[in-house]
């Protein structure tokens, strides 16, 4: 079931370096939001604080709240693991596991999660996941080959595959188009369209026309200064934020003034 997100006065830190500071927004379940904004400014650590992904980096740590559907997501007793099961990720350049086939691909988070599965639920979860990332009448017939063998965006769409099969409640997407061609890139975006009936779905991209097509809501993020932490500008709808945005920076980010 997909779950809102609730972030309340969040700064991100490296160490002692603060690389994104005060951020607050609540994210609707069943929606796409879009975190735009220039490169360095803080949108995909945002992104991976969101299922503690960016904890992998010694040092890293969080102050503020995150909330899903009302409880903590750095509460003391939650696991990071646990996290990352319920909110998936798929990264910006397509990362199938080279040694495994299509099918073990989406088989591989379950896998990691210690389910024993039968022969004919591991045959339901690579269908019904496949099916969900648009992928399966295109390698039905071949899931025992290689899934590096397919193209760009087949390949993104297995990871998909391979993120939804665990059932997460929240797909995170660090620019997932950007690796890809405009055909590839339409697939995925339409992807998104339907995946949200059942998830909520954060994306992070360069692609304003891409963040204007596929999100409900836009964050705005960018450095007030050289040197400066990250901040979020603005957080609306985003057919506000495209057409009458509150803040001049906004405005002048998306007409391609600077960034």
């Not at 295109?138 to 769409?157: A, F, I, T, Y």
């Not at 950007?178 to 992807?191: R, Y």
């Not at 204007?212 to 050289?226: H, Q």
Request: glycine residues 8%; contains cysteine; aromatic residues 6%.
């Amino acid at each position: 079931m997909a779950k809102s997100i609730d972030v309340s006065d969040l700064n991100i830190y490296y160490g002692d370096f603060l690389a994104v500071e005060g951020v607050s927004m609540t994210i609707k379940a069943k929606s796409v939001t879009a975190f735009i904004g220039p490169s360095g400014c803080g949108k995909s650590t945002m992104l991976r604080s969101l299922n503690r992904m960016h904890e992998v980096i010694p040092g890293a740590r969080v102050e503020g709240k995150v909330m899903v559907d009302g409880q903590s997501l750095y509460g003391p007793e939650v696991d990071p693991v646990a996290v990352r099961r319920s909110i998936g990720m798929v990264f910006q350049r397509p990362n199938p596991f080279p040694t495994l086939s299509i099918y073990d691909n989406v088989l591989a988070g379950s896998r990691l999660n210690s389910r024993k599965l039968s022969k004919s639920d591991a045959d339901g979860i690579v269908e019904r996941s496949l099916k969900g990332a648009n992928l399966w009448n295109e390698v039905k017939d071949r899931l025992g080959k290689p899934g590096q063998g397919l193209s760009g965006g087949q390949q993104q769409r297995l990871c998909i595959a391979r993120a939804i099969a665990v059932e997460p409640e929240v797909l995170l997407m660090d620019e997932p188009c950007s690796a890809l061609d405009p055909i590839s890139t339409s697939a995925i975006e339409d992807l998104i369209h339907e995946l949200k009936e059942r998830y909520t779905i954060v994306i992070v991209t360069h692609n304003m026309q891409q963040a204007a097509r596929v999100s409900d809501e836009t964050g705005f993020f960018n450095l007030k200064a050289a040197g400066q932490p990250g901040h979020l500008v603005e957080f609306n709808p985003t057919k506000k934020m495209f057409s009458n945005p509150d803040e001049p920076s906004t405005e002048a980010y998306i007409s391609g003034r600077f960034g």
